[in-house]
């Protein structure tokens, strides 16, 4: 059930059952090219309806998603396996963040007005934000529409016309999300679809777009940038995470345990800022970990979670919690064993040393390290002590804020598990290992958006600075009115 390449097409999988659930074009350099091109043009059309324009249409879109949610759910589950509740959770959240985006993008992006400075008080100053024009989107499979949406909603809603490639794993999520944009915007393929494997996926890269918007992994994506530099095209990353939870003395830690179980496990743990590693103040280790515990071996895999979607992966999950154990790490729930054909049962490690896989690389299945500390300062060190830098959650009564400021990753959720993914209004990205560059909130718009500053004189001004007219007495004026003004102290 892994991705077969039959000539020129490809076809897709159920990952839970191993049936074929359909097959797709393997889109050539210059089919990626010449949708590149007619994208081109679809943007100027776009450009062309202003933000009203697109946001009626953007409404007709989101409306589509919103009534048609268990059909594409549906294609979701046959796809990714995961269970119908959790397709529609992201498609819930997808078309939270498109409708966001479409309100809010004249107030973001639209003439603003900025403060001249005494020197040039005689101009208006102003900063507007235009499309980039073409943006590629690559995708990854874990969740297949919030993921992706989360560029492409953001493109769309700046302005930008859209080439998206799917993963290989989930195309036909993608070819569904394209033909619902079409039938709510049949006049230009603003969003269009191209399938296919990574060579495709490297194409768009050197197909002549205004920027890339990459999620997955951070391997991948230090090929799509390397790719991308050869035609000076800008990317945003969003790659994987290694995202630490910290649960201090004073946390309540029923809902600790319960952010943990559901961050750790849910999805099969295939989700870029899922729970990973846990860092648990001495005090309360015992009583937490028993607590998780009991949470881990009543959650069900195949019920409550679906199998791995790709098969690779399961690999990667075996190795990190062999490795954990070989270097003196215990299972509590589950363990090597734990890892079957498709599914992997919830994994509970303890003990494992700080330089082991299963704490250092992207495991991004149903596993979680739990590790005691003797105050939050040495949790704060072991947390920030990762090349990754994406999310991460604090569980503390007193001192959430402090800590979740000292937590070097893009975004924080405190006293629940992954809040920040939700809310609309934030921006969402990483550092370091996990990449750079916003999705979501108005950073997420400014990231498909050029500033374009402007400067218009009202008068001529009385002191003419920038002209061969300028004269010695203006340059004393100038040169003694700096110095009272700036001088001081
Ligand atoms: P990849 O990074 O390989 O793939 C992500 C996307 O990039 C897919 O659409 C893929 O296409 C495409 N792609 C692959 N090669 C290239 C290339 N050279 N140029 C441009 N695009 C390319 O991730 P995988 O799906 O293989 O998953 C591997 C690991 O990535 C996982 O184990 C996990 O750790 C991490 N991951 C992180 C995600 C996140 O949300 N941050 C999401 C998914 C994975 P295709 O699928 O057709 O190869």
């Given at each position: ?356 896989s299963a704490v250092r690389e992207e495991t991004f299945g149903p596993t979680v390290t739990i590790a005691r500390v003797a105050d939050m300062d040495e949790a704060i060190d072991k947390a920030n002590d990762s090349a990754y830098g994406l999310g991460s959650t604090v569980f503390s009564k007193a001192r959430g804020m402090e800590l979740a400021r000292r937590l070097r990753t893009g975004q ?78």
């Open positions: 059930m892994t991705t077969v390449l039959t000539g020129e097409t490809f076809e897709s999988f159920n990952p839970a059952t191993g049936e074929a659930v359909g097959t797709y074009p393997v889109h050539t350099a210059e089919q990626v090219e010449a949708a590149v091109a007619k994208a081109r043009e679809a943007a100027a059309w776009w450009d062309s309806l202003g933000f009203a324009g697109r946001a009626e249409r953007l409404a007709a879109w989101r409306s589509a998603l919103a009534k048609r949610m268990p059909e594409l759910g549906r294609i979701i589950t046959e796809e990714t396996g995961k269970p119908a509740g959790d397709a529609q959770l992201e498609l819930v959240l997808a078309i939270e963040h498109l409708a966001w985006a479409a309100k809010h993008a004249r107030k973001v992006l639209g003439p603003q007005r900025r403060s001249p400075g005494l020197l040039l008080s005689n101009q208006a100053a102003s900063v507007e934000y235009q499309p980039l024009g073409v943006v590629g989107v690559i995708g990854p499979w874990n969740y297949p529409v919030y993921t992706p949406l989360g560029s492409v909603s953001y493109a769309l809603a700046a302005g930008n016309a859209v080439v998206f490639k799917p993963s290989e794993f989930t195309p036909g999520v993608g070819k569904w999300l394209v033909e619902s944009f079409a039938e709510a915007v049949p006049e230009h393929p603003v969003l269009q679809l191209v399938t296919g494997l990574g060579d495709t996926g490297a194409a768009l890269t050197k197909a002549g777009v205004d920027k890339i918007a990459f999620t997955g992994s951070a391997a991948t994506g230090k090929k799509v940038m390397a790719s991308a530099a050869e035609t000076l095209t800008p990317v945003v990353i969003e790659a994987g995470g290694k995202d630490p939870l910290l649960v201090d003395a004073d946390a309540d830690l029923d809902a600790a345990a319960d952010a943990t179980a559901w961050g750790a496990f849910s999805n099969a743990g295939q989700t870029c800022a899922g729970v990973e590693r846990v860092y648990v103040h001495e005090r309360v280790y015992d009583e937490f970990v028993a607590k998780v515990v009991a949470k881990a071996e009543d959650v069900d895999a195949g019920e409550q979670y679906g199998p791995m979607t790709m098969p690779a992966q399961l690999d990667i999950v075996r190795r990190h919690i062999e490795d954990a154990l070989a270097a003196g790490g215990r299972a509590l729930v589950g363990g090597a064993g734990a890892v079957g054909d498709r599914y992997v049962k919830p994994t509970v490690l303890v003990d494992v040393p700080e330089d082991c924080t959720a405190i006293n629940a598990p992954l809040s920040f993914a939700g809310i609309a209004s934030l921006p969402f990205g990483g550092r370091g290992e996990s990449g750079f560059g916003r999705i979501h909130g108005p950073e997420g718009l400014r990231e498909f958006a050029r500033p374009k500053a402007i400067a218009r004189q009202r008068f001529t001004a009385p002191i003419a600075l920038t002209s061969f007219a300028r004269s010695k007495k203006t340059e004393a004026i100038v040169g003694r009115l700096i110095a009272k003004l700036h001088g001081k102290g």
